[in-house]
Nanobody, 120 residues
């Protein structure tokens, strides 16, 4: 699976962005897909994930209620809708895929990052 993240940009605090993770490979629908982020000087952290069936979603506590992950398997794409953005959401955002059961780690496929910058 090859992943391509896009949709990042510069937005003011309180604004919204939608990130996209486009995948190649006809087996994409069998993979759990997650979003992670890494800010300068900080470790990479889990943001959200969606199960292969799309029936289950998972969020880091600080993103609950603000971020929504969804997938469109017909388009081989997973989305991350980010609302009420805060300056502390500024980071490089990555999408990743795996066929395992732990949605918080052990992702084997990673896309390049897309930069999100939230100004105050």
């Amino acid at each position: 699976v090859q992943l391509q993240a896009s949709g990042g940009g510069l937005v003011q605090a309180g604004g919204s962005l939608r990130l996209s993770c486009a995948a190649s490979g006809r087996t994409f629908r069998s993979y759990t897909v997650g979003w992670f982020r890494q800010a300068p000087g900080k470790e990479r952290e889990f943001v959200a994930a969606i199960s292969w069936s799309g029936g289950r979603t998972y969020y880091a506590d600080s993103m609950k209620g603000r971020f929504t992950i969804s997938r469109d398997d017909a388009k081989n794409t997973v989305y991350l809708q980010m609302n009420s953005l805060k300056p502390e959401d500024t980071a490089l955002y990555y999408c990743a895929a795996q066929s395992g059961n732990n949605v918080y780690k052990d992702y084997g496929y990673w896309g390049q990052g897309t930069q999100v910058t939230v100004s105050s």
